[in-house]
Structure formats: structure tokens, C-alpha cells
């Protein structure tokens, strides 16, 4: 079993998988919020709705998003640790439809 919340972290924020590189938001989070990830106090710049993932840590372009222990796609460029991470930043390994963007496009 997963430790949900990992040590000294915010508790509107769920690890799904001691494995993964990203944080699940489970309670809406404001604006200009700070929020503490392990032993780093980060300021939000947007709000995140429920649902969504932050970076658990700092990933690298190429580097591949884990959630629940699985690759689910990989970053498109640096990923600073508490930013939200959605299609703007990743290449999604989950959803092949999201992939095929292109050929979708020329027929």
C-alpha cells in the first residue's frame, strides 16, 4: 500500500504510488497559495482544480511522468517541481488519440 501522503507534504495533495513523480490534487487549490512538497514550500500561480497533478519534483524534458507506478507520458520540456503537469507540458503514452494529432489532422 502507497503512503498517500508523503512526509511534510500538503494534505490537499494525494501520492498515488511511492514510485510516481506527480501529486494528485484532491481539494481545490488557490492562486498565489503556498503549499509545502516534502521539505519545499512552493507558491501556486494559478488555482488547480480536483483532479489534476502537480510535480511531486522537478522533471526533466524526456523524462518520463509516472502515476500510480505507471508511465502514463513524458515530459515535453523541464517540469519545475509544483507545477501543474497536463497536455501542455507532456506527450501522453496513456492515450494514443492524443498522439496521432497529426494524422488526424491531414485526412
Known amino acids: ?4 501522503t ?3 507534504t500538503d494534505k490537499r495533495l494525494m501520492l498515488l504510488d511511492d514510485d510516481d513523480n ?7 487549490l ?4 503556498e503549499i509545502w512538497l516534502g521539505q519545499v514550500k512552493i507558491k501556486l500561480e494559478q488555482d488547480v482544480k480536483v483532479g489534476f497533478k502537480l510535480a511531486r519534483k522537478s522533471i526533466d ?3 518520463e511522468i509516472l502515476k500510480y ?4 507520458g513524458v515530459a515535453v520540456n523541464a ?3 509544483g507545477e ?10 496513456y492515450m494514443p488519440s492524443v498522439l496521432k494529432t497529426e494524422q488526424l489532422e491531414d485526412k
Open 79 to 81: 517540469i519545475r517541481q
Open 1 to 4: 500500500m502507497p503512503n498517500l
Open 30 to 33: 488557490k492562486k498565489d497559495e
Open 6 to 8: 508523503a512526509s511534510n
Open 22 to 28: 506527480i501529486l494528485m490534487v484532491i481539494q481545490p
Open 84 to 93: 501543474i503537469i497536463h497536455f501542455h507540458n507532456i506527450a501522453s503514452t
Open 61 to 63: 524534458k524526456g523524462a
Open 69 to 72: 507506478g505507471y508511465v502514463i
